[in-house]
């Protein structure tokens, strides 16, 4: 029986500062739920890997990039990184601490262990408009997958980091030619309008072909410098 017939199994809930978010077992994936809205699961993990490799690639030549993630999610994006030596630290900023015990010391261990344990990596308990708005660190690139998209997000207050207040600390956090990478269910023209006019350079989106519906995509843009 294939796991589209078989009947989730909640292997823990939790009520955390942001509502519910639950981790449950659909036949052999982990799916991730944060109140009510089905986030992510083991099924792929496409997209998350172009996320980080499309920002290492509009990066130059610089050498050990610093690499700032929003968001562990099932930790694709976390393992991609950690997995390719050309990163230099890697940051990666989590509000959920039920997801971060999740992949510490459960199911979802299997796939970030070795991430996790690398001396580059650091997580950080916090949200990241919070973390953007008041971190004097500064970043190579920056890797967002907190939410569904610019347009679908996970939690109201999420829909500020993409507008032009949001991207500006985005800006900030960037070094000059630093790349911010984006990831969305679905591409949002207006989305790359507003990254243009809050002065990213660089403006495109690469797509995750799929056999059909709407593909993932990835908003890439560069900050001057």
């Given at each position: 029986?294939?796991?589209s017939?078989?009947?989730?199994?909640?292997?823990?809930?939790?009520?955390?500062?942001?509502?519910?978010?639950?981790?449950?077992?659909?036949g052999?994936?982990?799916?991730?739920?944060?109140?009510?809205c089905?986030l992510?699961?083991?099924?792929?993990?496409?997209?998350?890997?172009?996320?980080?490799?499309?920002?290492?690639?509009?990066?130059?030549?610089?050498?050990?990039?610093?690499?700032l993630?929003?968001?562990?999610?099932v930790?694709?994006?976390?393992?991609?990184?950690?997995?390719?030596?050309?990163?230099g630290?890697?940051?990666?900023?989590?509000?959920?601490?039920?997801?971060?015990?999740?992949?510490?010391?459960?199911?979802?261990?299997?796939?970030?262990?070795?991430?996790?344990?690398?001396?580059?990596?650091a997580?950080?308990?916090?949200?990241?408009?919070?973390?953007?708005?008041?971190?004097?660190?500064?970043?190579?690139?920056?890797?967002?997958?907190?939410?569904?998209?610019?347009?679908?997000?996970?939690?109201?207050?999420?829909?500020?980091?993409?507008?032009?207040?949001?991207?500006?600390?985005?800006?900030?956090?960037?070094?000059?030619?630093?790349?911010?990478?984006?990831?969305?269910?679905?591409?949002?023209?207006?989305?790359?309008?507003?990254?243009?006019?809050?002065?990213?350079?660089?403006?495109?989106?690469?797509?995750?072909?799929?056999?059909?519906?709407?593909?993932?995509?990835?908003?890439?843009?560069?900050?001057?410098?």
């Amino acid at each position: 029986m294939t796991a589209s017939y078989e009947t989730p199994v909640v292997l823990d809930r939790r009520e955390g500062p942001y509502g519910e978010v639950v981790l449950r077992r659909h036949g052999a994936l982990l799916q991730i739920i944060a109140n009510g809205c089905f986030l992510m699961d083991t099924s792929d993990g496409r997209s998350e890997r172009l996320l980080i490799d499309a920002a290492l690639a509009a990066l130059d030549d610089r050498p050990a990039p610093r690499l700032l993630i929003g968001g562990l999610g099932v930790g694709f994006s976390l393992a991609h990184a950690a997995a390719d030596p050309r990163w230099g630290p890697i940051t990666v900023v989590e509000r959920e601490r039920a997801i971060v015990d999740w992949h510490r010391a459960g199911p979802l261990s299997e796939l970030t262990a070795r991430a996790l344990a690398d001396p580059r990596t650091a997580v950080v308990g916090a949200d990241l408009l919070t973390y953007v708005n008041e971190t004097s660190d500064t970043f190579d690139a920056l890797c967002l997958d907190i939410d569904n998209g610019p347009g679908w997000t996970v939690t109201e207050g999420n829909q500020d980091l993409y507008r032009p207040s949001g991207l500006a600390d985005c800006v900030r956090v960037l070094r000059p030619g630093g790349v911010l990478a984006v990831w969305s269910a679905q591409p949002s023209p207006e989305f790359e309008g507003t990254l243009w006019n809050v002065g990213f350079q660089q403006v495109r989106t690469e797509e995750i072909p799929v056999a059909r519906g709407v593909p993932d995509v990835v908003h890439l843009a560069v900050r001057p410098g």
